[in-house]
């Protein structure tokens, strides 16, 4: 695993027009939940929801 780039993006078609729900544990800084979602609208993500069980 790549530390600088976490969630690779494997191309725009995998994710088009989807429909995602990114699910952290434990909501501290955000920097997870923002890394994630910045990354799936490059990969071509429309809907993106986050969702945190505690802060």
């Known amino acids: 695993m790549d ?3 976490p969630f ?3 191309g725009k078609q995998q994710y088009s027009r989807k429909k995602i729900i990114v699910v952290d544990d434990i ?3 955000g920097a997870t939940l923002v890394h994630a979602c910045k990354t799936l609208k490059e990969a071509g993500c ?8 505690c802060r």
């Open 3 to 5: 530390p600088h780039q």
């Open 8 to 10: 690779p993006n494997k």
């Open 46 to 53: 429309n809907t993106i929801k986050t969702f945190s069980l």
């Open 27 to 29: 909501y501290t800084t």
